[in-house]
């Protein structure tokens, strides 16, 4: 925790930083791409004073991983001088996987804090990165494996991204608990959604939990290791025999 707590100080002291930087320069400062606990960590901490605006932009509105954009309130921005999006696609493409395209993008030298979101659909994939990121993307990145791909830049005002696709799974449980939800969502037993807990194997909202019994609430985002991400969408009332509705969406 020790550790977790150090590197949470170190980014709450360049979120300041930058803050500062944009005040005195009256210009755009941005810090990230952040995950989405350390988003949560800087809204709780960071303290913005005059006409100073804060936001957080991953490219478009249900983005995970997102710069710190920190400005003058009356400034000029364009988003494209912070932000890009790239849009990957070639044959075979879809056989390609979110891991395939980072590991790719990690092997070629590039900073994970570069790289916001990769969202892989069916015909083609989208990459959103740093200005400078990218063109070094577009110029290195050619295969990702052993699968040809071509990348075209697209402006981030312009683009339109797709929506996930999710798989709606009902179910009732005795307790919103984390065990049960998970076991809804996967159709695994509850005991062995409490070993992948107790295994350092699941995140709730990007934090890891070992608590089996955690209780969980409406928009609560859930990833288990080897089932993939899922998001407790509705909790419904209560069934005859006391036990509650709940509908989870997980992201296929």
């Known amino acids: ?22 005040e005195i320069r009256y210009d755009v400062k941005t810090l990230g791409f952040l995950n989405p606990s350390e988003r949560a960590y800087l809204k709780d901490k960071l303290f913005v004073q005059g006409d100073m605006v804060l936001e957080f ?14 400005r003058p309130e009356f ?4 988003r494209d001088e912070y932000i890009c999006m790239l849009e990957c696609s070639g044959k075979f493409t879809e056989k390609l996987s979110h891991r395939d395209y980072l590991g790719s993008l990690m092997g070629l030298g590039i900073n994970r804090e570069c790289i916001g ?12 990165s740093k200005p400078e990121t990218a063109e070094y993307i577009i110029q290195n990145l050619t295969k990702i494996g052993r699968t040809g791909i071509k990348i075209r830049r697209c402006t981030i005002n312009d683009s339109v991204v797709p929506k996930r696709k999710t798989k709606e799974i009902s179910g009732t449980v005795a307790g919103i608990r984390l065990d049960s939800v998970i076991s809804v ?17 699941v995140t709730v909202n990007w934090t890891q939990t070992d608590n089996v019994g955690m209780s969980l609430k409406e928009g609560d985002v859930i990833s288990v290791r080897g089932y993939g991400r899922m998001c407790l969408s509705k909790i419904g009332g209560l069934s ?3 036990r509650y509705h709940i509908t989870v969406s997980r992201y296929v």
Do not use: H
Request: with cysteine; glycine share 12%.
């Open 57 to 70: 932009d991953g490219g478009y509105p249900e983005a995970e991983r997102t710069l710190m954009v920190c």
């Open 185 to 201: 969502a996967t159709g695994i037993s509850r005991g062995k959604s409490a070993e992948l807990i107790k295994g350092g194997l």
């Open 75 to 78: 400034a000029e921005v364009d």
């Open 1 to 22: 925790m020790a550790v977790a707590d150090s590197e949470y100080k170190l980014l709450l002291s360049k979120a300041n930083d930058a803050l500062r930087l944009a």
């Open 117 to 128: 979101d990769i969202l892989v659909f069916e015909d083609k994939t989208l990459i959103f």
């Open 240 to 242: 005859g025999k006391g």
